[in-house]
């Protein structure tokens, strides 16, 4: 307690200069948690952006590239479903509810997903959220379409807008439907998932601006106007692949099994949860590379102590000096300036674990409309406790070096008037 008592009273003789230390450990800490919350919470937003959906149907390729086209809408099926295939999936007895999504086109450099208004109603993503307009609403008319908000924001469009869906997926393509325009009937909010970056359109209208097409290329000769379109049986051929969701959670395996061995097609039915956790162990690295820098940011802030530590040391020597002089031993010289260190790095700690969840309460609902990522706001977990026990240590660890230092200094020494 004597040796606290000295810590902390020879802290308040330099005040500004041990202000100034703790406050830069403070950013350090504050930043290496921080960057532990943006990782923690883009884990988390990524296993769920897809919620509430038990199976993931496509044609029979790995559950990896079928997460990707599927959810994500990255690359492209190997194989489509047939219609008949979809609706003897969709009446089996444990199925609740089925979405259909039809790939293959996109609007200037952003995908367009054929499906349902279904589609609005049951996707689900950080575990019970669901879709919603921030105008507009559902397809109304055969031509509708509905942004997600990136769509929207990158290319300025708002409600009423035509827009003209193109063939394959380019950035810029020369072969448009450009005789069947859309128009923007409504625009998603933010959700931070693959929905942002897509342009929805029901399934019928998928066929409609393929009805005169034929391996990619509009048939010679072959022109249907879009009101002559209006009047046509649209019914889908194919599918690129359907959502499903079950009337009970026992009967997932079942399900899965029976696509899995469906005898019409080879068919494949994933777990999008564990399809996600899978993906996001093939990113893993990017999260060791953000630990490490905030490791070091933080090593870098206790170096930064133990040189101011150093720094005063000659300036101190006669304090040191006069220590001694009255009966303090160089072990007590020793913990003095180890318990500094200590007491630096855990007032450190303890500001930036403050400066931390008072910056994420200001900031928080700004990054989840922006970006799409929620970053929780609660206790430290086990992990961040036991990293700021790290950096406690570490800052006692620091202090050592000085502290051994001063531990040699002898009494002639410090007594002593250099010039």
Not at 203 to 225: K, Y
């Amino acid at each position: 307690m004597i040796i606290l008592r000295l810590a902390l009273r020879s802290l308040r003789n330099r005040l500004g200069t041990a202000a100034l230390t703790v406050f830069a450990i403070a950013v350090s800490v504050m930043l290496f948690l921080g960057v532990e919350k943006v990782r923690t919470g883009a884990r988390d937003s990524f296993a769920s952006t897809i919620s509430g959906t038990d199976l993931v149907i496509g044609s029979r390729s790995g559950d990896v590239q079928l997460l990707l086209y599927a959810v994500f809408r990255i690359g492209n099926a190997t194989n489509n479903i047939t219609w008949q295939s979809y609706q003897d999936i969709a009446a089996r007895p444990e199925v609740a509810w089925t979405v259909p999504l039809s790939l293959g086109d996109s609007h200037r450099g952003f995908r367009v997903l054929g499906t349902t208004s279904d589609f609005f109603d049951h996707y689900r993503y950080r575990r019970d959220r669901g879709l919603v307009f921030t105008a507009g609403g559902p397809f109304g008319d055969l031509f509708d379409a509905v942004l997600g908000a990136d769509v929207a924001e990158a290319l300025g469009y708002r409600l009423g807008d035509p827009i003209v869906v193109a063939h394959g997926l380019g950035a810029v393509s020369f072969a448009e439907h450009a005789d069947k325009p859309f128009r923007v009937a409504g625009i998603l909010a933010k959700t931070g998932t693959p929905v942002d970056r897509t342009v929805h359109i029901s399934l019928q209208a998928i066929e409609a601006i393929h009805v005169d097409w034929q391996s990619g290329a509009q048939i010679p000769g072959q022109t249907v106007s879009a009101e002559e379109v209006r009047r046509m049986a649209l019914a889908p051929k194919a599918v690129t692949a359907a959502m499903v969701g079950l009337k009970s959670k026992l009967a997932t395996f079942k399900l899965q099994r029976f696509v899995n061995e469906y005898p019409e097609e080879p068919l494949s039915a994933i777990l999008p949860g564990a399809a996600l956790q899978e993906l996001w162990s093939l990113v893993g690295t990017a999260e060791t590379a953000l630990a490490v820098i905030s490791a070091m940011v933080v090593m870098t802030a206790l170096l930064g102590m133990a040189t101011m530590i150093l720094a005063t040391l000659n300036e101190r020597r006669r304090e040191m000096a006069i220590l001694r002089s009255v009966g303090a031993r160089p072990a007590t010289i020793l913990g003095l300036l180890v318990a500094e260190a200590g007491l630096l790095g855990l007032a450190g700690a303890a500001l930036g674990i403050a400066l931390l969840y008072g910056v994420l309460a200001i900031v928080r609902p700004l990054i989840d409309a922006h970006f799409g990522l929620y970053i929780e706001i609660g206790s430290p977990s086990s992990r961040e406790f036991a990293a700021l026990g790290a950096v406690i240590v570490a800052g006692l660890v620091a202090g050592f070096v000085p502290a051994l230092r001063a531990y040699r200094f002898s009494l002639s020494d410090g007594m002593m008037v250099k010039t």
